[in-house]
């Protein structure tokens, strides 16, 4: 199978090339030359497949066996989700106050987010091609909250990879962050970038126009693995069919999947797999407040609004860069008429599509928007009739069954959620009027990323305050640390300008808090 962009520039190339480049030449995003159909007859084949079975053979389809055998990718299946910590890598829960409704649990991955579903696999399959080519790529990724955190675990320590990580300060949660510059590897570089007024879109931006210059991309060996990366969409496919195949009763009965949606990344997935033949009845767009996706699917009109910050963050994007790679699908690979659109949106801010094609694109396809009291709102009342607690994002899916459910019929529903509360603690007690943490908001990966093993190198830490902090680990080597305190900080194996710092090594608060500094 090749692949081409889908603005229509340069030549197709194979999955190999597809994968290491990212983006197209010409600025496009991949797609293949057509799409693979599966018959119910596969689908009743598939019934009771493992999700590492399944994945196995849903990639099968996309990509040729003289670019990866048969043991090649089952080998790369297995190393990518051998470190999630549930068995089934996505398990689901039954709802006992809806009717039907399931919760898929997408974040039982390293760092607690769906983005691990797609970017576990994405990153072993681009250091594979890179090994066998003997070749070295940096991968630059923007982020607006778990992005980041899932590309810089999952390339850490890669040889054959760097990772230069963008996030806008401030406008993401605290243990989002921590994931992301808390790892002890020289190859992962994340930088907090200030005054991002469209938050991560302004990023997307800056890393577009590096991969439109072809001489500074090819000179420095630039590649991604965010959602516009092929690769990412294709891993993505397969949590629907496996959705699909483990709640539906028999091959063939409709169900509704929610998704929390913001870069149209997850709900492109879900599209491509309903065009192969996954017989969903409904894919319901769920918006927060940057209801970008929303206008498209109910006013028919492309454009970018000022962003608002809402605690579903993730999803704070005003640019579905994805829809224009679902969209060449709905108009018949019409690359001239995806090229128009994409440089007119480029130019005026604005899109508004015709009457054929909003019947296309919208086939299959319901959007609502949620604010952030309908999302808090969700949280709280599903957690007090049966405390079961959901993220922000999850809620945002959540509140739009409860917003369409006179709309949705009486086929059973697919929730996505895409993250862990514990990843949202300060969103999570507003729940309880204690303020304290539900145990199911707590994660021991979040605890631990804390400052253990901080790479604070060349950083200026004048006047910052670690107190009471674990810095046991971390390299504050070269790091400006005039009036720097210290008070009750635990130093152990910390590589500080004045050398090792052993003296916090086993001992307890009280005893670091009397400790001379």
């Given at each position: 199978m090749l692949y081409r962009s889908n603005k229509g520039g340069g030549k197709a190339v194979n999955f190999e090339q597809a994968i290491l480049d990212g983006y197209a030449p010409d600025g496009g995003?991949?797609?293949?030359?057509?799409?693979?159909?599966?018959?119910t007859s596969e689908l009743e084949k598939w019934k009771n497949l493992s999700y590492k079975k399944l994945a196995f053979n849903i990639l099968s389809m996309f990509i040729d066996r003289n670019i990866i055998s048969s043991d090649e990718?089952?080998?790369?299946?297995?190393?990518?989700y051998d470190t999630f910590e549930h068995e089934d890598?996505?398990?689901?829960?039954?709802?006992?106050?809806?009717?039907?409704?399931?919760i898929m649990e997408l974040f039982y991955g390293p760092t607690l987010s769906f983005k691990d579903v797609g970017m576990s696999f994405l990153v072993n399959l681009v250091n594979f091609f890179l090994?066998?080519?003997?070749?070295h790529l940096s991968i630059i990724v923007a982020t607006t909250g778990d992005t980041g955190p899932a590309a810089a675990h999952f390339i850490a320590g890669k040889s054959n990879l760097d990772g230069w990580i963008l996030y806008p300060k401030g406008l993401i949660t605290k243990e989002q962050e921590r994931q992301m510059t808390t790892l002890p590897h020289d190859n992962i570089h994340s930088v907090g970038v200030y005054n991002c007024p469209e938050g991560g879109d302004d990023l997307d931006v800056a890393i577009t126009q590096l991969y439109n210059n072809k001489d500074f991309k090819k000179k420095l060996r630039l590649?991604?693995?965010?959602?516009?990366?092929w690769g990412r969409i294709m891993m993505q496919t397969v949590h629907?069919?496996?959705?699909?195949?483990?709640?539906?009763?028999?091959?063939?009965?409709?169900i509704n999947m929610v998704v929390p949606s913001g870069g149209f990344g997850n709900l492109c997935a879900g599209g491509l797999a309903k065009k192969m033949g996954l017989p969903v009845?409904?894919?319901?767009?769920?918006?927060?407040k940057n209801e970008c996706l929303n206008r498209i699917f109910t006013n028919g009109i492309f454009s970018k609004k000022p962003i608002h910050e809402t605690i579903s963050s993730a999803i704070d994007i005003l640019v579905p860069i994805n829809f224009w790679r679902y969209l060449y699908f709905c108009v018949n690979g019409d690359v001239k008429k995806i090229k128009g659109w994409m440089n007119q949106f480029e130019k005026t801010g604005q899109v508004e599509f015709d009457s054929e094609t909003k019947k296309s694109y919208r086939e299959g396809f319901l959007s609502v928007s949620v604010n952030d009291i309908e999302t808090i709102s969700t949280i709280k009342s599903l957690y007090e009739k049966e405390k079961y607690l959901l993220d922000p994002h999850g809620a945002v899916a959540m509140s739009g069954v409860n917003k369409l459910k006179d709309k949705l019929g009486e086929e059973p529903i697919v929730c996505l959620a895409t993250a862990h509360p514990a990843k949202f603690p300060n969103i999570i007690k507003k729940i309880n009027k204690n303020k304290s943490l539900p145990k199911a908001a707590i994660h021991s990966s979040i605890e631990n990323?804390?400052?253990?093993?901080?790479?604070?190198?060349n950083a200026n830490l004048e006047h910052a305050r670690f107190t009471s902090a674990d810095l046991t680990g971390a390299d504050l080597t070269g790091a400006r640390v005039d009036n720097i305190v210290l008070i009750g900080t635990r130093l152990c194996k910390t590589k500080t300008p004045w050398g090792e710092d052993n003296s916090g090594c086993g001992k307890n608060i009280m005893e670091l808090l009397l400790l001379p500094h």
């Open positions: 995003l991949y797609v293949p030359e057509s799409l693979p159909k599966i018959s990718l089952e080998t790369l299946i297995n190393k990518a890598v996505i398990p689901f829960h039954k709802l006992k106050s809806y009717k039907d409704t399931y090994k066998k080519r003997k070749k590649s991604s693995v965010n959602s516009l990366n629907y069919f496996y959705g699909y195949l483990k709640i539906s009763k028999s091959i063939g009965q409709p009845k409904k894919l319901i767009v769920a918006n927060n990323a804390k400052l253990k093993n901080a790479n604070f190198r």
